[in-house]
């Protein structure tokens, strides 16, 4: 299972920007969800989480201005984000918790790492 992030950029203070990130794979279940971020100089955070029932949480510096959301047909989370601000500039790395059948054909539970975009917000 790979999971491909993607729809980072170049936005200015206020401006809005959408990130998605998809997995491929075969014979997978995607449980959880979670974006990461990780500015220059600082320690990785959990941005948001939304669970297999669509529950959702929020670090404290992104509620009302960050929205997550999942498509399980499509396999894919999205992090829409509004109000940008230059202490959003970040690497952003999405993340699942998932079950997969490895090749001996048992279910092993896994989280598996996107490769990061990266989110400048810039005056």
């Known amino acids: 299972v790979q999971l491909q992030a993607s729809g980072g950029g170049l936005v200015q203070i206020g401006g809005s920007l959408t990130l998605s990130c998809a997995a491929s794979?075969?014979?997978?279940?995607?449980?959880?969800w979670e974006w990461y971020r990780q500015g220059p100089g600082k320690q990785r955070e959990l941005v948001a989480t939304i669970t297999s029932g669509g529950s959702t949480n929020y670090a404290d510096s992104v509620k009302g201005r960050f929205t997550i959301s999942r498509d399980n047909a499509k396999d894919t989370v999205y992090l829409q984000m509004t109000t940008l601000e230059p202490e959003d500039t970040a690497v952003y790395y999405c993340a699942a918790d998932l079950h997969h059948y490895n090749a001996a054909d048992e279910i092993v539970a896994e989280r598996k790492w996107g490769q990061g975009t990266q989110v400048t917000v810039s005056a």
């Open positions: 794979g075969s014979r997978f279940r995607i449980n959880a």
